[in-house]
């Protein structure tokens, strides 16, 4: 039978995009590391569903690259978002997600006409456990210095809800990122620390609103960038006085996107803002679990897109290599 499928990214940030009213219609894990492998049109890193919601507007799920599922995805969530949106006619709706309803909602374009969408990040808890996260039967990890991973960098472990490390630093560990590399593939594979893995981000301070971060994702490798892991690094930074704005604006690989933090004492409202981009759209066929493309239509989107690349790499030029 043939079907739909959109290729989206948020901040390059690359997925497929399914909707359906069937949950159990095909084999998600099998069909999304299928879809991803790099030499099939440029892979991606994940699935986004979108099915019926009793709740919400609609359901998101989210698949990664190497067929896991992940509790969120900033990025793919402002794509569900615009997705959802433009099919209800309204410019805001509300997603279940595994562990929250969230509010998403159009918003005003961060540059030129870019399509650009603010979606709610939540819950947040740096509770170890929560991640889930084990360390010298600490309750939390928070701009400590964790000497198994590093003698220099400080670390803190958040959800968000979806498990991340956060490290603050220098130009050397973005220039190079092989320390990122080595302690995301020790923490993703098996180890005394996450069992369940991590996302884990390095964040380089670039003045007092401006922070650039590169993550290394669960389920992926590294990846263009990682919307819960910039929403997560926004709050890190802001806690931890890197920055002193609650609007921060946040360079990664793939492009840039802001995120608001506010600090309400016992809870933490976080929003992300940024591009939900619509590079193509595709028909396959499924007979089991057997899958085929048999059309591609690209759209003219990423030329606009391409703008915000051009952006970054002047912003970063200092300090990151591609
Ligand atoms: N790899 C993540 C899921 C995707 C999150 C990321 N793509 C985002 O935009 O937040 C995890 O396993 O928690």
């Not at 959802?84 to 309204?90: A, I, N, Q, S």
């Amino acid at each position: 039978m043939e079907k739909e499928l959109l290729k989206v990214h948020g901040s390059g940030n690359t997925f497929y995009l399914y909707s359906t009213e069937d949950e159990y219609e095909i084999d998600w894990a099998g069909f999304t590391t299928w879809l991803c492998e790099k030499d099939r049109h440029d892979g991606a890193d994940g699935l986004l569903l979108i099915l019926p919601s009793e709740v919400a507007d609609a359901k998101m799920r989210v698949i990664n690259a190497d067929g896991s599922e992940a509790s969120m995805c900033g990025n793919g969530l402002r794509c569900v978002a615009r997705y959802v949106c433009e099919k209800l006619g309204r410019d805001e709706a509300i997603i279940e997600t595994i562990k929250a309803n969230l509010r998403v909602r159009k918003a005003p374009s961060l540059l030129e006409d870019i399509p650009t969408y603010a979606v709610e990040i939540s819950p947040v808890s740096f509770q170890l456990d929560s991640l889930p996260m084990n360390y010298r039967g600490q309750t939390n990890i928070r701009h400590q210095i964790i000497e198994e991973f590093s003698s220099t960098i400080p670390f803190t472990a958040v959800s968000v809800p979806n498990p991340h490390l956060i490290g603050i630093v220098d130009q050397a560990n973005i220039k190079d990122n092989a320390h990122q590399k080595n302690l995301s593939e020790m923490l993703n594979g098996e180890n005394d620390f996450c069992s369940d893995g991590v996302n884990v981000s390095y964040v380089y301070p670039m003045n007092d609103d401006t922070i650039f971060v590169r993550t290394f994702e669960r389920g992926v490798g590294f990846t263009n960038a990682c919307g819960t892991a910039m929403t997560a690094s926004a709050l890190v930074s802001r806690l931890n006085g890197i920055v002193n704005d609650d609007v921060i604006t946040v360079f990664n690989p793939g492009g840039f996107v802001r995120c608001e933090v506010k600090n309400l004492g016992d809870f933490y409202d976080l929003t992300l803002i940024g591009n939900a981009t619509v590079t193509a759209s595709y028909v396959f066929n499924v007979e089991g679990t057997a899958y085929k493309f048999v059309g591609l239509k690209e759209t003219e989107e990423q030329k606009l897109y391409q703008k915000c690349i051009e952006l970054v790499k002047r912003e970063t030029a200092s300090f990151a290599s591609y």
